[in-house]
Every structure is written in structure tokens, then in C-alpha cells.
């Protein structure tokens, strides 16, 4: 199964760069209504779609892990400076939100010359958005925002 998702994955982001247009619009072409044609549904999983709207994904090992690296969103919940103190809070920070959001990833960093703490990996900013009023909701968060970035999407 594994496999099989390896190599439908790398056939999409092949052909994704390989034909050189949307693949989206593909897709939506299949499933618009056309008088005497059928009508077409398409299942799929959504890291599919993940790769057919992204121009910039690829498929990373990670350990023992695949991902798909794309572009897309994360909420960054702290920014600090370059000190040992920024670094334990930034630390701190994501541990908090993985208590409150055990199911979010946190991803704690050095991008100079700031620590950075952010959650999360979105395809699309209306989800990223939701779990940022989430985080809002909580008062536990100051300053929460809603960042660009690479995102990983597991294949497993």
C-alpha cells in the first residue's frame, strides 16, 4: 500500500512538471456536468489534491517516514530574539500548545535572529485560520499569526 501511494505520488508530481499546467483544472474539468457526457466523481486522497495544487511539492524521507513537502501555511505563536531566554520560552510555548492541541505539530527553530515557534501544516489559509481562533479562544496565546512556509503532509 505503502508502496502504491509512493508511486502514485511521484507519477502526479512527474506529470505535475512534466505537462506543465494545472492540475486542478483537470480535475475540475472531470467533475463539471456536461450535457450528454455522464457525470464523473472523483475520490481521492487529499494529499493528492495536496500534490496537484502545489508547483512546489516533493516527497522527502524522513527517518523512517515519507512526506510530501508543499507549500502552504502555519501559525506561528511565538517570535523572540536570539537569546537563551527566547529559546526555553520559545520551548515553553510549544509545549503549552501541545497540551492544548496534542494533534498539532510544533516546530520549534532558529531562523536568524529569532527563535520561532510555530504549529501546525496547512494546505489552505481558511484551515490555518480556524485553528488560529482556536488558539485565540484559549487566552493563552498573545500573538498568534498566520505564517507561509513549507509545510509536510505524511504520506503514511
Not at 13 to 24: D, H, I
Not at 34 to 55: T, W
Not at 116 to 138: K, P, Q
Amino acid at each position: 500500500m505503502r508502496n502504491n501511494i509512493l508511486l502514485l505520488a511521484s507519477f502526479l508530481l512527474y506529470s505535475t512538471f512534466a505537462v506543465g499546467q494545472n492540475k486542478k483544472d483537470i480535475v475540475h474539468d472531470l467533475t463539471t456536468n456536461k450535457p450528454g457526457q455522464g457525470k464523473v466523481r472523483v475520490f481521492q486522497d487529499p494529499r493528492i489534491e495536496a500534490l496537484l495544487n502545489s508547483s512546489t511539492a516533493e516527497i522527502v524521507q524522513t527517518g523512517d517516514k515519507s512526506v510530501i513537502r508543499s507549500s502552504g501555511y502555519r501559525i506561528q505563536v511565538y517570535a523572540g530574539n536570539n537569546t537563551r531566554e527566547a529559546r526555553s520560552h520559545a520551548m515553553e510555548i510549544g509545549q503549552k500548545v501541545s497540551e492544548f492541541f496534542p494533534d498539532l505539530s510544533v516546530y520549534t527553530s532558529f531562523i536568524s535572529p529569532r527563535w520561532i515557534c510555530r504549529v501546525g501544516d496547512f494546505r489552505s489559509i481558511e484551515e490555518a485560520d480556524a485553528v488560529l481562533r482556536e488558539l485565540r479562544s484559549t487566552n493563552k496565546f498573545r500573538e498568534v499569526s498566520i505564517v507561509r512556509e513549507l509545510i509536510q503532509i505524511p504520506l503514511d
